[in-house]
């Protein structure tokens, strides 16, 4: 009876990390189109699309990038918009096991299916869909994007925080539950200092961008992070949790936003000003991340048990984090340079 436990504990790892991948891989199929469908026809039609494709089944970053040219004003405008994303990764698994708890299965869908229809009516109200705006500058290819040194250690370090949180996110919950004997509803609380602590600190985030330089917030974000990863295992109970999930979801939140803004003026310096594109490869660079994560991460804690891969992923966090050095002073290239000297 004990080997056939710790079976099937196991093979719940990895069928679990398959579920939490299956949203990811489906989007990144889609991505690639992303960038091209919006370049065509603007920013308004595809986001009313996107509401209604979320309402039934229950797009952003490149409008920002559009309104907010100047690239400090782009830097709050973004971070804002990464936090309520970040906000809301890190809050879905403490809601969720907190309604399907207390309330039932059914209610985390019925409330996200009404959030989703006032997140529709909001952007009636704010956006156009029936105007087609196709872009005026030609924009950059997908191929000159991805071979961009410095776009492609961006997205390198983008698809590290978000798969890391990913395997945490996927992993943590079985762990707890087969050391801590924890309550379902709890599971999902354990992110939830995280989430409270992300959203007080978004706007000092951005200003610690902006103040001490994108690249260096990210490389912290990416050490930090992976202390805290190391120490989850060894809590005790849930409150022995607390402190190391909440400075993961702090962490790798300072990665994003530094990092998200940072792709829009990447392409400003280094290529023309089109950004549908380079937040394709962004939200790919997301997507690969909780693609992968859920599932190689159930397969290494099949392996070799939780705590390991908790202590391998912070330590390849904390290797890794050196590269962030390479983005500290990107050079224009020689016609970007060229065109700034000539409007200078």
Not at 72 to 100: C, D, H, N, Q
Not at 131 to 153: E, G, Q
Not at 158 to 169: D, G, P, Q, R, W
């Amino acid at each position: 009876m004990v080997f056939l436990a710790f079976f099937v504990d196991r093979m719940f790892l990895t069928v679990v990390g398959l579920l939490l991948a299956s949203k990811a891989i489906s989007q990144l199929l889609f991505n690639p189109l992303s960038g091209f469908f919006t370049y065509r026809v603007g920013f308004d039609l595809p986001m009313f699309l996107g509401f209604i494709i979320t309402f039934l089944s229950i797009i952003g970053m490149g409008i920002l990038a559009s309104k907010y040219p100047d690239d400090k004003e782009r830097g709050e405008a973004m971070g804002m918009a990464v936090a309520a994303i970040a906000v809301g990764v890190i809050t879905g698994p403490s809601f969720g096991s907190l309604m399907y708890h207390f309330v039932g299965k059914t209610a985390p869908f019925l409330v996200l299916a009404g959030l989703a229809l006032l997140d529709g009516a909001l952007q009636l109200c704010v956006l156009n869909p029936t105007k087609i705006s196709p872009a005026t500058t030609t924009p950059p290819s997908f191929f000159s994007l991805l071979t961009d040194p410095y776009i492609f250690v961006t997205t390198v370090t983008l698809f590290m925080a978000n798969m890391s949180f990913a395997i945490v996110e996927a992993t943590l919950p079985i762990w707890m539950l087969g050391t801590m004997c924890s309550p379902d509803w709890m599971l999902g609380v354990a992110f939830l200092p995280s989430s409270i602590l992300y959203l007080l600190s978004t706007k000092l985030f951005i200003l610690m961008s902006a103040k001490i330089g994108r690249w260096l917030c990210c490389l912290l974000g990416l050490v930090f992070g992976g202390v805290a990863c190391i120490c989850v295992p060894l809590a005790v109970n849930i409150y022995g949790l607390i402190a190391p999930i909440a400075v993961i979801g702090l962490t790798f939140g300072l990665v994003d936003v530094s990092m998200i803004p940072f792709m829009g003026y990447l392409v400003d310096l280094r290529h023309s000003s089109v950004y549908g594109g380079v937040y394709s490869i962004t939200d790919i660079a997301y997507c690969l991340g909780f693609a992968l994560g859920p599932p190689v991460g159930g397969a290494i804690a099949k392996a070799i048990g939780f705590p390991w891969l908790m202590r391998i992923l912070g330590l390849v966090n904390i290797l890794f984090s050196p590269v962030c050095i390479l983005l500290r002073n990107p050079p224009a290239k020689l016609e970007k340079m060229g065109l700034i000297q000539k409007g200078q």
